[in-house]
């Protein structure tokens, strides 16, 4: 019922900041729970951030500080916005949409993070 494509990953120094999009393909203010996963490597996939359709936001406590999550409903769109990044933070990053009964991964992007 939902399409989900990130965008704004690549490879960046420690310090620097990212904007990772998610597009959606219908409208996202009806939808329980949107969020972000990553997947290190050699690691499992892994919560990132949250938020409600009463923009109720949560947070992994290794990225809380440094990244925040927004939407933008006229555009439904969600964002990641990495701010500090570190070599740690280098994974795979996936777009979540919690429907009712349902969940919906977008096809990731990547995130690098090295001197």
């Known amino acids: 019922q939902v399409q989900l494509v990130e965008s704004g990953g690549g490879l960046v120094r420690p310090g620097t900041s990212l904007r990772l999009s998610c597009a959606a393909s219908r409208i996202i203010a009806g939808i329980p729970v949107m969020g972000w996963y990553r997947q290190a490597p050699g690691k499992q996939r892994e919560f990132v951030a949250s938020?409600?359709?009463?923009?109720?936001?949560a947070y992994a406590a290794s990225v809380k500080g440094r990244f925040t999550i927004s939407r933008d409903n006229a555009r439904n769109t969600v964002y990641l916005q990495m701010n500090s990044l570190k070599p740690e933070d280098t994974a795979v990053y996936y777009c979540n949409a919690d429907l009712t009964g349902s969940v919906y991964w977008g096809q990731g992007t990547q995130v690098t993070v090295v001197s």
């Open positions: 938020t409600t359709t009463t923009d109720t936001t």
